[in-house]
């Protein structure tokens, strides 16, 4: 719809995020969809879960964006300061990792950190560095699977399956790189 409408989405979001927070918390967009609210003074995760709710409620809602109702979705990831950390820095990063977690359960959710999430994310960094020199190393290897007609017993076809054979590790389960092997780090 071009870029005057997305301006204009964009300023309707924050609109709607502000009505949503008290006058003495900040909304800031940080850059392209992402905004950044920072809650002062609240000692209760319960007034968090509730604003966070409010705000993916709001969100669902259309926005009427040159003469069409605009639907949109909000993940929203929570961390608390000093309690998660106590540098912005690692305060946004944990964000950004709850955020995350709040996409991959589904739209319209909101997650807060938890220590859990940066030692999945470390797995995840380490597992991708030792996964580039798995190949030049002959780490991998692929072994064929046959698939037979039970009936006959001939065989139909294979399957290809990719095994690494990490030499601390031992073997890594397919489902612990697979994903990861095509995303950049």
């Keep these: 719809m071009g870029h005057d409408a997305g301006d204009r989405l964009l300023q309707q979001v924050a609109e709607r995020i502000s009505a949503c927070v008290r006058g003495t918390d900040t909304v800031a967009r940080i850059g392209g969809d992402e905004f950044t609210v920072i809650l002062t003074g609240v000692n209760k995760l319960l007034h968090v879960e509730i604003m966070a709710r409010e705000m993916v409620d709001e969100l669902a809602k259309p926005f009427p964006i040159l003469d069409k109702a605009i639907t949109i979705s909000a993940s929203i990831g929570i961390t608390l300061f000093p309690q998660d950390a106590d540098t912005l820095e690692d305060l946004i990063n944990n964000a950004d990792q709850a955020m995350y977690a709040a996409k991959k ?14 030692e999945s994310a470390w797995a995840r960094v380490k597992i991708l560095d030792a996964l580039r020199y798995a190949l030049p190393l002959h780490q991998l290897s692929v072994y064929y699977q046959p698939i037979v007609d039970l009936a006959t017993e001939r065989i139909l076809k294979a399957e290809a399956l990719l095994r690494w054979h990490h030499p601390q590790d031992g073997l890594v389960f397919p489902g612990e790189f697979i994903g990861l092997a095509g995303k950049p780090a």
Aim: charged fraction near 15%; charge should be positive.
């Design 105 to 118: 359960s589904g739209r319209s959710r909101f997650n807060f950190f938890t220590a859990g999430m940066q």
